[in-house]
Structures are given as C-alpha cells and as structure tokens.
C-alpha cells in the first residue's frame, strides 16, 4: 500500500525512495517497531500533530499506538567481548526457527547479553532478543531500530 509519493507499505516491512531505505522483519511481530520508525523519519516533515505516513502504516498494519509514546533512545550497550560457539548456535537456532529468505551473517555481527536474552546486530540485520529479526539495506537503520525494540 503507498502510504506517501515514496512510501510503500507491505505485511511485514516497507520501502522509502525517499530516505532509500527499506526494512522488513520476520519472526515474532515488529510492526509497532517499523511505526516508531517510520513516524521519526517523517516527523521533520509533518510535525508532530499528524504525521500522515504513520497514521496510514497504522491503519494498513491495523496496529494502535500513540505518537507520544514513539520517541526513545538509544541504550547504552556492551557488545559480549569473546563470543562462543554455544552463544552463536543458541542464535543460529533462532535463526532457524525464524526462517529469514536471506542469508544472516552472525559471524560478522556483534553479540549483546541482555536479560532478555541475546541480541545480534549486523551490517544489514538485527536479531532481538524477543526473537524478531530486522532486515535493512543501511547500517544506520540498525541503531534507529535499537532504540524502539526494548518498548514493544
């Protein structure tokens, strides 16, 4: 569904010519995640009244969430320094059970042990601990997603 001139909503993701960016996700459900996202890429442009981009993802999506409630920010984090084998197959069975149509590279990406579990970010992924992996096409997208998974 194009929710804007650039903005084109799928089930489980979107696609942005306008910021170049797309993200999907799979496993456990990030819809609420990708609607923080993409309220604060549009906000600049709309102000916070009525953000016309999001409201749509939200209808589309059928998902309620309030605007107030997207603004975070970015944990502070220390990345496991010496990963393990154990750690990396505990994560590649997620993986497995997730089922991504694209090859995750964990053992390019950096591990993080919250009481959660463990998070994984790569160069074009993040693998929370609630078992939702992001797949994006720029390294930034990854931080600004890490700021709205801990919340839902």
Do not use: H
């Amino acid at each position: 569904m194009m929710c804007e001139e650039k903005l084109e909503v799928f089930e489980n993701g979107f696609r942005d010519d306008k910021f170049n960016i797309e993200v999907t996700f799979y496993g456990e459900d990030g819809r609420k995640v990708l609607l923080a996202l993409i309220y604060e890429l549009y906000l600049p442009d709309y102000g916070s009244e009525y953000v016309y981009p999001f409201e749509c993802a939200k209808e589309f999506w059928n998902v309620y969430m309030d605007p107030p409630n997207v603004e975070k920010e970015v944990p502070k984090l220390k990345p496991i320094k010496f990963v393990s084998e154990s750690v990396k197959q505990k994560v590649r069975e997620v993986l497995e059970g997730i089922n991504p149509p694209v090859d995750v590279k964990i053992d390019e990406a950096e591990f993080y042990k919250t009481k959660e579990g463990y998070l994984v970010i790569g160069k074009n992924f993040l693998l929370d601990p609630k078992g939702r992996l992001f797949i994006f096409n720029k390294p930034s997208i990854g931080e600004k997603i890490l700021k709205y998974i801990w919340e839902w």
